[in-house]
């Protein structure tokens, strides 16, 4: 069955920089766009980027220039390196696949605070 | 962007009853709409794809309508497993956008 499976969540102080996975399985992964969505703590649901199934990516303005996207198909993993972290980046990070975001990961964890 | 209204934004409801969730986009979107449940600590589930489409596995009692900027998730009889958030997104174009969400609650 699908699965995709985030890590690298961690406590972060701002400025800092952090490497989120998400690791998938179940289905052919090079076939697929990817995306990355967030959460802030009580807060909605926020695209942050997409990477396309040929590796053109596109971002959201708030992470533009700062977060890069990337996969690795023979690893079956897609990836989000964050730079210049500040604490409105401090949310659930899920990854979910397709245009359509039909499947996602369950999340994780990324807190920037000094 | 393309902003997607959603509302109520909670509601209370038995078990039994029937709710009903709007979402409204700023501008047409076509059908490229779907319909999620999230649980606390858990994925999100695409519930509708297509703003009417069943997704495979999910029970009847969902359903979904709507096309252009007016969508509506309906659960026809609220059984005790459905009492989660709900939200929607639209996939027209990017940015994707979500609805701020529902929380249904027990009444």
């Known amino acids: 069955q699908v699965q995709l499976v985030e890590s690298g969540g961690d406590l972060v102080k701002p400025g800092g920089s952090l490497r989120l996975s998400c690791a998938v399985s179940?289905?052919?992964?090079?076939?697929?766009?990817m995306n990355w969505i967030r959460q802030a703590p009580g807060k909605g649901l926020e695209w942050v980027s997409y990477?396309?199934?040929?590796?053109?990516?596109n971002s959201a303005d708030s992470v533009k220039g700062r977060f890069t996207t990337s996969r690795d198909n023979a690893k079956n993993s897609l990836y989000l390196q964050m730079d210049s972290l500040t604490v409105e980046d401090t949310a659930v990070y899920y990854c979910?696949?397709?245009?359509?975001?039909?499947?996602w990961g369950q999340g994780t964890l990324v807190t920037v605070s000094s | 962007d393309i902003q997607m209204t959603q509302s109520p934004s909670s509601l209370s409801a038995s078990v039994g009853d029937r709710v009903t969730i709007t979402c409204r986009a700023s501008?047409?979107?076509?059908?490229?709409l779907g319909w999620y449940q999230q649980r606390p600590g858990k994925a999100p589930k695409r519930l509708i794809y297509?703003?009417?489409t069943l997704q495979s596995g999910v029970p009847s009692r969902f359903s979904g309508s709507g096309s252009g900027t007016e969508f509506t998730l309906t659960i026809s009889s609220l059984q005790p497993e459905d009492f989660a958030t709900y939200f929607c997104?639209?996939?027209?174009?990017?940015?994707?956008?979500f609805g701020q969400g529902t929380k249904v609650e027990i009444k």
């Open positions: 979910a696949r397709g245009g359509s975001s039909d499947y």
């Open positions: 179940g289905f052919t992964f090079s076939d697929y766009y």
């Open positions: 990477i396309s199934t040929s590796g053109y990516t």
């Open positions: 501008q047409g979107i076509r059908n490229d």
């Open positions: 297509a703003a009417s």
């Open positions: 997104l639209q996939h027209n174009t990017y940015p994707r956008t």
